[in-house]
């Protein structure tokens, strides 16, 4: 008896040892496929870090449909994984939701669905949520609506982007300097009006300044002057960089800089185009050819023509005074495909473009990963330089475009080698260090076009990124650049945490509703029958058992 209670008692105060180390340690064990109820360490790090209580609001509640409730269910498990690693509070307003979006200017969604009586059913939704941390708030938005893709492909696409916004939005407000990025100027590159959204979208993580390396009122150009900055983007210059301005980019780079390339390889002009039907293209020479082919790509000096491509307006009529513009296909302006292998891309629609030139990966042996960004379709050709450009092209054979998936943009991560390794510092470069001659682990993206970081202008309006005012189609360049630079510029990790992924396991909706019969009566009667079988069995195992024992 007394051994029986000791051994009570032991195992009593194994289970309460147990219980107490579970509130000293916490152990988690994630067997799903996708991991999906598992953060990155960069997330794990970021939480940590707080020392302040956050607060998140999730908006997205009320009479919500099968889509959205798996939304909220997901960003809920989200949040709870969160709270292991950092203090964080869940509030879901029932009432207030709608006042708190409308004061931070947030627009719902409204969803029409057919029920299955045939009636329309609307629904209005908020899929946000709001962070707060240290008295400061950011918006996290839950709902990524890519064109092109289902409904039930982009609320996949949310749940997998989810760890992503929340974290993106912490980083935001734990940062107390932001950081900047310059754009490059002085050879000719488009004016700020051009250039408007491309900041816009960049402004909301970094401090976004434009200047030259070199002027004539300094005759010398510093080799540090680029030093203070997180990322550089040159965007669509027209002449060449000289020397001097060559060794300060690569010195930089060579110091852990981070480039980003939007060259064009031809020279065009589409005023001429415009005024007289036709431009000639020639080679564009901005002396940056050895310098990126020394770097593991080339801007090849070439146009890409695609079938996957804008329509532009043209005037079909004879008859001057009358005239009809009809939509035609304009195969200079290719609707590029994202790549799902890297997180610039990873879940995003077409990027629209016009006069790109094709991109080539060189020097496989060179240790740097290349990643293709944005490519054409399966029915492609390139033009050579030189060549012609002509309006009239409307129609043309659809069998010389036999190209596919022709590369336009390129990310690449390593480390690099310097284009000024085996030379002397240039004339004109105010520097007393010795050349650097490679540098450590940093990142590069360069596209073969600068019109994907451009934005159109209408009555002295910008417009955004990626909209085509013709056909009123909004594209994914304006996420495009912003993750680009978050590319370029991630420390910690968090642009990777866009890689995640969650499968889809959808249902074939009319499979469903006509076997829905079938399905619920297999649901109800074999659970039952299972449990009546084993019951008989039972029954009928320990009748003969005893029956067996009392005759004899």
């Known amino acids: 008896m007394l051994r029986t209670l000791k051994g009570h008692i032991i195992v ?55 889509g959205f409730r798996r939304l909220k ?24 939701g709608t006042g708190l979006a409308d004061s931070f200017g947030l627009r719902p969604i409204v ?30 938005t839950l709902l990524k609506n890519t064109r092109g893709l289902s409904g039930e492909e982009n609320l996949n696409a949310s749940i997998e982007q989810l760890e992503f916004a929340f974290m993106e939005a912490l980083h935001l407000l734990q940062q107390t300097e932001t950081p900047r990025v310059a754009i490059l100027e002085g050879h000719n590159e488009p004016d700020e009006a051009h250039t408007y959204d491309l900041m816009a979208a960049l402004s909301k993580y970094f401090q976004v300044d434009r200047g030259q390396i070199a002027n004539s009122q300094e005759p010398t150009a510093n080799s540090h002057i680029l030093d203070g900055y997180k990322a550089v983007l040159i965007v669509s210059p027209q002449t060449a960089f000289s020397d001097a301005e060559r060794f300060v980019i690569d010195q930089y780079i060579m110091r852990g800089g981070a480039v980003l390339w939007a060259l064009n390889g031809v020279r065009f002009s589409e005023q001429v185009l415009q005024s007289e039907g036709f431009t000639p293209i020639v080679p564009l020479d901005l002396g940056l050819t050895d310098m990126l082919f020394r770097y593991g790509v080339r801007v090849n000096p070439a146009l890409v023509q695609d079938v996957q491509c804008l329509p532009i307006p043209v005037n079909v009529s004879s008859d001057p005074s009358q005239p009809n513009l009809q939509p035609m296909p304009w195969t200079y302006a290719p609707l590029l495909l994202t790549s799902q292998g890297s997180p610039i891309t990873k879940n995003m629609g077409q990027v629209m473009s016009t006069f790109v030139s094709p991109i080539d990966a060189v020097g496989g042996e060179d240790g740097i990963e290349k990643r293709i960004l944005l490519a054409t379709s399966t029915a492609s050709r390139v033009t050579a330089t030189p ?67 451009l934005n159109e202008m209408q009555k002295n309006q910008a417009l955004p990124m990626g909209y085509d005012r013709y056909s009123g189609m909004q594209f994914s360049n304006r996420d495009f650049a912003a993750n680009a630079v978050l590319w370029l510029t991630d420390g910690e990790g968090l642009i990777s945490l866009r890689e995640k992924s969650v499968v889809l396991r959808l249902l074939n909706d009319k499979r469903a509703h006509d076997e829905r019969v079938k399905v619920q009566a297999i649901s109800v009667i074999l659970p039952i029958a299972i449990l009546a079988l084993i019951g008989g069995t039972v029954f009928v195992v320990r009748k003969r058992k005893y029956e067996y024992k009392c005759e004899r």
Not at 39 to 65: F, H, Y
Not at 118 to 134: E, I
Not at 411 to 422: I, K, L, N, R, V
Request: proline fraction near 5%.
């Open 12 to 66: 009593l105060a194994c289970v309460a040892a147990l219980v107490a180390l579970t509130h000293v340690f916490v152990v988690r064990w994630d067997m799903t496929d996708d991991k999906h109820y598992s953060l990155s360490e960069a997330s794990k790090t970021l939480l940590k870090q707080t020392d302040e209580p956050i607060e998140v609001t999730l908006l997205l509640d009320g009479d919500l449909n099968a």
């Open 73 to 96: 269910k997901a960003t809920e498990e989200t949040v709870a994984e969160m709270k292991v690693y950092g203090n964080l509070s869940l509030t879901l307003p029932s009432r207030e």
């Open 111 to 140: 969803i029409h669905e057919r029920e299955q009586n045939g009636k329309t059913a609307q629904t209005t939704v908020y899929p946000y949520a709001l962070m707060r941390y240290k008295g400061r708030r950011a918006v996290v």
């Open 387 to 453: 060549g012609e450009v002509n309006l009239n092209d409307m129609n043309p054979d659809l069998n010389a475009f036999q190209y596919q998936y022709v590369p336009i943009a390129v990310s690449m991560e390593g480390s690099f080698s310097s284009a000024f390794a085996h030379r002397m510092v240039p004339e004109g470069v105010d520097t007393d260090e010795p050349i650097r001659k490679s540098s450590p682990r940093t990142r590069q993206v360069v596209i073969g076009s600068g019109s994907i970081l």
